[in-house]
């Protein structure tokens, strides 16, 4: 089973930290992973990266997204999402991307300065996700967030199964 996380929200510093924590955390136990970066600057990581910069993985740059996911041969893909990247459209995509064998998570970063500043965005954002955290989450945190909601382990055994949790 290969998951496929999308960091979203509107905080740049928030998604790179995050993408950097989870990748280290997640290698560090032994879990190949790979960095489809869609940030708005580029986060530079010591793993197999597509880069798809310049427009929102929800609609200019679909094709992109699609084929660089059928591409990863890792057991996890980490998406940090572009703020320009509308949730309705996003959470559509990703949506098309789930497979029997692959699974997307979506994690939005939400903040409380978020609601005030741009309230219809974070309810979207928090509406498409399957986790809400806030910018100050650690990958571990994250990492106990999403496990339980996978049907297979973040390892790269895979000799363990645990329950497929429905939506929040």
Known sequence: MQTLIALTGMSYDAKARLTRQLAANLTEAG???????NLEQAVRLPVPTFRLPGGCVCCS??????????RVETAVALLPVSAQAFPDG??????SLRRPDRQPFIVSIVDPQDWDHA??????LTA??????????TAEELVALIQPRLS???SSDGSKDTPHAEHA
């Open 31 to 37: 879990t190949d992973v790979t960095l489809i970066d």
């Open 61 to 70: 740059l679909t094709e992109g997204l699609v084929t660089a996911v059928d």
């Open 90 to 95: 996003l959470a559509l995509v990703l949506c």
């Open 119 to 124: 309230p219809y965005l974070a309810a979207g």
């Open 128 to 137: 498409h996700s399957d986790a809400t955290v806030s910018s100050s989450v």
């Open 152 to 154: 297979r382990p973040l």
